[in-house]
């Protein structure tokens, strides 16, 4: 399974829901995935998330 290799964020599970007569039925399940970019970090390409690789640019993580 695919993670940020800074923070270990991963896909997680999630229900949709749909509003019958005034009550929430769940109807599916399916799975978030986080944005993950490949990212050269000291010379070596790693997979980080989107909000990792912001915070490195910005100087404001390692």
Known sequence: M?????C???KKSA???K???GKFNPVKKYFQKPNLQWF???NK???VCSD???LILQG???
Do not use: D, P, S, T
Not at 2 to 6: A, D, G, H, L, P
């Open 40 to 42: 050269n970090l000291n």
């Open 15 to 17: 229900i949709k829901r």
């Open 52 to 54: 990792c690789r912001r």
């Open 45 to 47: 390409k790693v997979l």
């Open 8 to 10: 270990g964020k991963g």
């Open 60 to 62: 404001k993580a390692k």
């Open 19 to 21: 509003k019958l007569r």
């Open 2 to 6: 695919k993670k940020c290799q800074i």
